[in-house]
């Protein structure tokens, strides 16, 4: 999986108590990005980083944080949980910003109950 | 805005038959297309991708694809189906012609391919 970890694998929280999901990338790529994906939507990009204290928003980000202080850390954070972010959440990398393609972790599997 | 279809939910192919995964994409320039696939429990891998050039591009475990820019479409095959092949497939947009910053990828949805011994 391209030195990349997700921690935890899986998890169910209660609905309002804040989630923090970790990636961690061995190989000291730049870009760094979070996905969710859900049955029927594919994968919907929520965060992306260019850097360390870089980031920006993607398409779903209305809930979710991120923080980017090494570049080999990415954290997402559900600030405060809801049942609509049960989800499958995939972190990736990519080497550069030009026409490569993407490396991903294996997933962590959240439950907001 | 750049989109991908992938019509078909789920692809049944007996097992040596060749296999077709469709997609068709929607940018205002010229595209990057991508084909990922997703084994049970686990994380996207890359099969291939369109740059430039040959509309035909070969990836990985045998898996080709055409791209056919007046169809807007970029289909997946194999010409022999392996029970292994059985997984979830998924294809996947850039415009390259949207300068500077982050370059949008757009997934579709995904296509489970179920090969049948």
């Known amino acids: 999986d391209a030195g990349i970890t997700q921690s935890p694998r899986h998890k169910v929280t209660e609905t309002g108590t804040p989630v923090t999901l970790r990636c961690h990338q061995t190989?000291?790529?730049?870009?760094m990005y979070w996905y969710r994906q859900d049955p029927g939507h594919g994968l919907r990009l929520i965060h992306y980083?260019?850097?360390?204290?870089?980031?920006d928003k993607g398409e779903v980000s209305d809930g979710y944080s991120v923080s980017r202080s090494k570049t080999e850390d990415f954290l997402l954070t559900l600030e405060s949980a809801t049942s609509s972010q049960t989800s499958v959440y995939f972190c990736?990398?990519?080497?550069?910003?030009?026409?490569?393609?993407?490396?991903f972790g294996q997933g962590t599997r959240l439950t907001v109950v | 805005a750049q989109s991908v279809a992938q019509p078909e939910d789920q692809v049944n192919v007996a097992e040596g038959n060749p296999l077709t995964v469709k997609c068709t994409y929607s940018?205002?320039?010229?595209?990057?297309l991508f084909w990922y696939v997703q084994y049970p429990n686990r994380g996207l891998q890359f099969l291939l991708k369109?740059?430039?050039?040959?509309?035909l591009v070969k990836g990985s475990y045998g898996f080709e694809a055409e791209f056919n820019k007046s169809q807007t479409s970029f289909h997946l095959k194999k010409p022999s189906a392996l029970v292994s092949d059985s997984a979830l497939y998924f294809c996947?947009?850039?415009?390259?012609?949207?300068?500077?910053?982050?370059?949008?990828?757009?997934f579709g949805i995904g296509t489970k391919l179920q090969v049948i011994p």
């Open positions: 990736a990398i990519r080497p550069d910003r030009r026409n490569t393609e993407a490396f």
């Open positions: 190989e000291n790529h730049r870009y």
């Open positions: 980083s260019y850097g360390v204290k870089d980031t």
């Open positions: 940018v205002s320039g010229n595209p990057y």
């Open positions: 369109y740059i430039t050039g040959d509309n």
């Open positions: 996947a947009v850039r415009d390259i012609g949207i300068p500077g910053g982050y370059q949008k990828v757009t």
